[in-house]
């Protein structure tokens, strides 16, 4: 049983050894946990210590609380790495799609969520700021990014051009969004900066992704740039942080040749940090 300073409170104390049941799988995933009453009675508190316990497994991700069915256990997260081969650094393949591969509608992949007016908030305005253009000269589009039957990242990309072509902002589209916005430009794209961070999940971001409102969500934002170093992409994805994470491979896998673009070390004669090796960019990451 966990251990709790005399200071914290009863209900976190209460949350902490439901904790430790759905940890040790008395309370499986999708099971539904014993009612007010029954919690109530079997810890000998006040129902208003159940409900504040309940709330805080919600706030934590842990249960679901159905209203007017009862609160079931989440199942465990899928945790899902996506590689970074820093040898791709230079060209921009469009973001997840080694992890992600192509899929039909309704599977796997990326997908259209729609053409947004560029309205002035503060994403857009950052997206000016970055791209160095007003609000309206930009373009925008919103893509959900989705792996094992649920939504996994929220992305939304800024071009300086438009309109844009009504079949690549089709909802529901399936595609390689930074591929499709190059190729309706007309301009090949390489990277010219990324940068990660974390924030909580707003009431938008939230229902997309099907997470509680402030869960913790992993930032990566950056530019694309033409080969003359023009700013032409501006992206932002929010990415669930219970199931993904980051990884940058510095090493060649054993039996790999030198050189070879699938592995995850830099090429001959980079450093860790390097660009594309002598073979080539190889997969993008997130």
């Not at 159940?50 to 256990?73: H, M, N, P, S």
């Not at 950052?126 to 000269?137: K, S, V």
């Not at 930009?138 to 072509?165: E, K």
């Amino acid at each position: 049983m966990a251990t709790n300073p005399p200071s914290t409170p009863l209900y976190r104390r209460l949350a902490r050894q439901l904790q430790e049941r759905i940890d040790a799988g008395a309370y499986p995933a999708g099971a539904r946990l014993p009612s007010e009453p029954e919690l109530s009675a079997e810890f000998g508190v006040n129902r208003l210590t159940v409900r504040q316990a309940v709330a805080e497994l919600e706030r934590a991700a842990v249960v679901e609380i159905r209203r007017g069915v009862g609160t079931f256990v989440r199942p465990p997260a899928v945790r899902v790495s996506i590689t970074v081969d820093p040898r791709s650094q230079r060209f921009d393949l469009g973001s997840v799609h080694s992890a992600l591969p192509g899929a039909p509608e309704g599977g796997d992949g990326e997908f259209v969520l729609g053409a947004r007016p560029v309205a002035g908030s503060a994403e857009d305005e950052e997206a000016a700021r970055q791209l160095g253009r007003g609000p309206g000269e930009l373009s925008r589009v919103d893509t959900v990014i989705r792996l094992g039957g649920r939504a996994r990242a929220a992305c939304s990309y800024w071009v300086p051009f438009g309109p844009l072509p009504a079949e690549l902002v089709r909802p529901g589209r399936p595609g390689n969004l930074v591929l499709d916005l190059a190729r309706a430009a007309g301009v090949e794209l390489e990277y010219d900066w990324r940068a990660f961070g974390a924030i909580g999940a707003d009431l938008a971001d939230a229902e997309l992704l099907g997470v509680p409102a402030g869960t913790p969500l992993l930032v990566r934002e950056g530019v694309s740039c033409t080969p003359d170093g023009a700013p032409a992409l501006y992206v932002r994805r929010r990415i669930d942080g219970s199931s993904a994470r980051f990884v940058l491979h510095f090493r060649e896998p054993l039996g790999a040749e030198p050189g070879d673009s699938a592995a995850g070390g830099p090429g001959p004669g980079e450093s860790a940090a390097g660009g594309p090796g002598p073979d080539g960019p190889g997969p993008d990451g997130p």
